[in-house]
């Protein structure tokens, strides 16, 4: 049998609804999200409820949170009208698609996944949800359902894509068929990797307990320039080449945000500042972060000031993802040998 898939570029990629979205989410995700909406390909971006509800949620915190992420998405330049933005729970093709792609999934795939381990490090693994273990699965499904070619994703990430890649073609041998793609990674841009503000070893995470630890999206002017001012770095002055900064984390990290924010190759920064103190690089640094994020925390708390038209946004968006999914889904399980109704 073989049933070939479209293979036109398509873009997927999806954020946890968790809350306190960063200046790392920003560069290494909303950002490029925009670049690839203004570069014309079609794009489909997600707030993965779904995967939010792994480990337990507040109710009335989850809806405030994937509003707030929908805000983000709009407020960094997404247009709903040239992309598509919904949030997973409202197409059904994940959960559905995510059943069929587990039984095609083996536990040993599963084993080798390291964010898994990475969640339950110190912890009784015993006592996590069996969705915490499975969501790889789930996250197959988000990106196959559309036949998705490429995936923005951050280093960290790249793992799970190779595990949709190895059940995307498990799923054709078997069943003999060429129907889903081989989607790729895409991992690309000067800052895919933002660090810790008080740990250059450590990525920038929105769950940090240290709130100094990362730059937020609705942190105001004022915070982020002190935030900025108190990042942990060394006594030197910053050195003429990058490669001078390979074993000086906190100060290649800072280095790093400066080239992403300005558009700037990092040499080039780096001549700028060779010699300098970082009490004349950190007053320099908060100005670009500044600019860069100011407005994009003003159009969110814009947005969030009407949460009935972020569901109207994100509803329209849930039916133009499900006219796109709704029908892979059911030629999946038609492959499969489910029977429906005609």
């Known amino acids: 049998m073989s049933d070939a898939a479209p293979r036109s570029p398509r873009v997927f990629s999806g954020i946890q609804p968790s809350g306190n979205l960063t200046l790392g989410n920003y560069l290494g995700a909303l950002r490029r999200f925009v670049e690839s909406q203004e570069r014309g390909v079609e794009s489909i971006y997600c707030v993965v409820d779904l995967h939010a509800i792994t480990v337990w949620q507040d109710p009335e915190k989850l809806r405030r949170t994937i509003r707030e992420l929908a805000a983000a998405f709009i407020a960094s330049g997404i247009d709903p009208e040239r992309s598509v933005l919904f949030n997973q729970s409202q197409v059904s093709a994940h959960a559905e698609l995510s059943w069929i792609l587990s039984c095609v999934a083996r536990l040993g795939w599963m084993n080798r996944m390291t964010q898994f381990k990475d969640k339950t490090q110190g912890k009784n693994a015993e006592n996590e949800s069996l969705g915490l273990y ?21 280093e960290d990430q790249k793992q799970h894509v190779e595990l949709t890649r190895d059940i995307a073609a498990k799923f054709n041998h078997d069943y003999g068929v060429d129907f889903f793609p081989m989607p790729a990674p895409v991992i690309e841009g000067t800052a895919t990797r933002v660090m810790s503000l008080r740990d250059g070893t450590k990525k920038m995470s929105k769950s940090d307990p240290s709130d100094q630890s990362r730059i937020n999206l609705t942190d105001d002017a004022d915070t982020i320039a002190a935030k900025i001012r108190k990042a942990r770095t060394d006594p030197e002055p910053l050195p003429e080449t990058w490669d001078e900064l390979s074993e000086r984390p906190e100060a290649r990290n800072l280095v790093n945000i400066y080239a992403a924010l300005s558009g700037e190759a990092r040499e080039v920064v780096m001549e700028r500042f060779a010699g300098q103190a970082f009490s004349v690089f950190k007053p320099a640094l908060a100005e670009v972060t500044v600019a860069s994020l100011a407005p994009i925390s003003s159009r969110m708390r814009e947005l969030l000031a009407d949460p009935t038209e972020i569901d109207r946004i994100l509803g329209r968006g849930a039916e133009r993802a499900a006219e796109i999914s709704l029908p892979i889904l059911a030629k999946a399980k038609e492959i499969v040998g489910f029977v429906r109704s005609r």
Do not use: K
Not at 140 to 148: C, E, K, M, N, R
């Open 134 to 154: 499975a969501y790889p699965a789930l996250m197959a499904a988000d990106i196959l359902a559309y036949h998705t070619t490429h995936v923005p994703v951050g």
